[in-house]
């Protein structure tokens, strides 16, 4: 009788892995890494595999959301961070000599990480770098798992898409929807926008003020001193309300390069024929025989 053998089940690749934003940072996590993940959008501080920190330049540091309604006097965070080495020591300092509560500052602390690491996991066209750092963080701010973050990271994406598929709303520089020109219909790109417009909500004037054809999403949501993705909210729920577009990117075209030699030779027009008329060489026959008179 033959046998026969049942071959062993083939590999499943594991479903966590495969939508895990960043693979990198999912490694770093499970072999609780401490050090910098700089990628393309922001940065990442990680202590025994946890994020403590982040940072990106699309989203207002601790400093902004601490400084920006009050909690803290600028004065009070600018001597801080220049006796601290980095923001989050310089939080501390504030921390340990009385101007912060401890409520406050974690609450913006962890506002601030989730707010850059939505950026700073966004999609990137680099690769990322892990430097180590041998020094273990001991600071009393909470730092927050990997898989948390790109969990939150992935609803925030999820509900952003929700209110206004379009993504160029959140870099480029806005400018205000043409009331004239609304009805003529957007890009073929662009998602149907609404016939009328709907009201304004006193949250989301503010950011529909400061919209001027320069500024980013990013660029209102420092001045206001918000998180950038709750600014990325009222973006998006203006855009699709038909009050705001990004503006589009100018192409500049180059100008045509200048004709080589031998392009020049070959644009010429092709030389005359030798004349042939008989009264033309008549002529110069008369005026030959004039000459030797």
């Given at each position: 009788?033959?046998?026969?053998?049942?071959?062993p089940?083939?590999?499943?690749?594991?479903?966590?892995?495969?939508r895990?934003?960043?693979?990198?940072?999912?490694?770093?996590?499970?072999?609780?890494?401490?050090?910098v993940?700089?990628r393309?959008?922001?940065?990442?501080?990680l202590?025994?595999?946890?994020?403590?920190?982040?940072?990106?330049?699309?989203?207002p540091?601790?400093?902004v959301?601490?400084?920006?309604?009050?909690?803290?006097?600028?004065?009070?965070?600018q001597?801080?961070?220049?006796?601290?080495?980095g923001p989050?020591?310089?939080?501390?300092?504030?921390?340990?000599?009385g101007?912060l509560?401890?409520?406050?500052?974690?609450?913006?602390?962890l506002?601030?990480l989730?707010?850059?690491g939505?950026?700073?996991?966004?999609?990137?066209?680099?690769?990322?770098?892990?430097?180590?750092?041998?020094a273990?963080?001991?600071?009393?701010?909470?730092?927050?798992p990997?898989?948390?973050?790109?969990?939150?990271t992935?609803r925030?994406?999820?509900q952003?898409?929700?209110l206004?598929p379009e993504?160029?709303?959140?870099?480029?520089?806005?400018?205000?929807?043409?009331?004239?020109?609304?009805?003529?219909?957007?890009?073929?790109?662009?998602?149907?926008r609404?016939?009328?417009?709907?009201?304004?909500?006193?949250?989301?004037?503010?950011?529909?003020?400061?919209?001027?054809?320069?500024?980013?999403?990013?660029?209102?949501?420092?001045e206001l001193?918000?998180?950038?993705?709750?600014?990325?909210?009222?973006?998006?729920?203006?855009?699709?309300?038909g009050?705001?577009?990004p503006?589009?990117?100018?192409?500049?075209?180059?100008?045509?390069?200048?004709?080589?030699?031998?392009?020049?030779?070959?644009?010429?027009?092709?030389?005359?024929?030798?004349?042939?008329?008989?009264?033309?060489?008549?002529?110069?026959?008369?005026?030959?025989?004039?000459?030797?008179?």
């Amino acid at each position: 009788m033959t046998m026969v053998r049942t071959p062993p089940p083939l590999p499943v690749r594991d479903k966590a892995a495969a939508r895990a934003l960043s693979p990198m940072l999912n490694r770093l996590a499970e072999e609780r890494a401490t050090g910098v993940l700089v990628r393309e959008h922001g940065t990442l501080h990680l202590a025994e595999g946890r994020v403590v920190h982040a940072e990106s330049p699309l989203a207002p540091g601790l400093d902004v959301l601490l400084t920006a309604h009050g909690t803290l006097a600028t004065a009070a965070w600018q001597r801080a961070a220049a006796a601290a080495e980095g923001p989050l020591r310089a939080a501390e300092l504030l921390l340990e000599s009385g101007l912060l509560p401890a409520g406050a500052l974690e609450l913006c602390h962890l506002d601030a990480l989730y707010d850059a690491g939505y950026f700073a996991l966004a999609p990137s066209s680099t690769p990322g770098r892990f430097h180590y750092d041998g020094a273990p963080r001991t600071g009393t701010l909470p730092s927050v798992p990997v898989v948390a973050l790109e969990r939150e990271t992935l609803r925030r994406r999820l509900q952003l898409h929700r209110l206004w598929p379009e993504p160029a709303a959140d870099t480029a520089p806005l400018i205000r929807a043409d009331p004239l020109l609304r009805d003529t219909g957007p890009a073929p790109s662009a998602p149907a926008r609404p016939a009328r417009r709907t009201p304004v909500a006193p949250r989301q004037r503010a950011v529909l003020d400061r919209v001027d054809g320069t500024r980013t999403a990013a660029d209102i949501a420092r001045e206001l001193g918000r998180q950038a993705f709750h600014t990325l909210v009222d973006v998006r729920r203006l855009a699709a309300a038909g009050h705001l577009r990004p503006l589009a990117p100018v192409v500049s075209v180059p100008p045509a390069p200048l004709p080589t030699a031998p392009e020049q030779a070959r644009n010429l027009p092709p030389p005359l024929p030798p004349v042939t008329d008989p009264d033309i060489a008549l002529l110069k026959r008369l005026r030959d025989a004039l000459e030797a008179l």
